[in-house]
């Protein structure tokens, strides 16, 4: 049974930065892409970020030079660094992992605040 579990999100002004964290379980991490996705009320929930199995990263255009999506195999973690936070990421992120067969799970989601 696959799990992810994320965390790191919180309140934070404008300007400022977050690390968001998602812990995976029960399957062979390296082996699966990663990716960080967000949605507001009412609209389709988004990719901000994306990196393969083999550290292969994409960005979304509105988040290009400030967010950093990074993995670490040995501890079955993704990361995605925040940094100049803008009142429009506000948003619940949701971590993805997509299994080389194509299955997609997800995880519970975490709420960013970012306060104008």
């Known amino acids: 049974q696959v799990q992810l579990v994320e965390s790191g999100g919180g309140l934070v002004q404008a300007g400022g930065s977050l690390r968001l964290s998602c812990v995976a379980s029960g399957s062979s991490f390296s082996n699966n892409a990663m990716a960080w996705y967000r949605q507001v009320p009412e609209k389709q929930r988004e990719l901000v970020a994306r990196?393969?199995?083999?550290?292969?990263?994409i960005y979304a255009d509105s988040v290009k030079g400030r967010f950093t999506i990074s993995r670490d195999n040995a501890k079955n973690t993704v990361y995605l660094q925040m940094n100049s936070l803008k009142a429009e990421d506000t948003a619940v992120y949701y971590c993805?992992?997509?299994?080389?067969?194509?299955?997609?799970?997800w995880g519970q989601g975490t709420q960013v605040t970012v306060s104008s």
């Open positions: 993805k992992m997509t299994m080389s067969w194509g299955s997609d799970y």
């Open positions: 990196i393969s199995s083999v550290g292969r990263t």
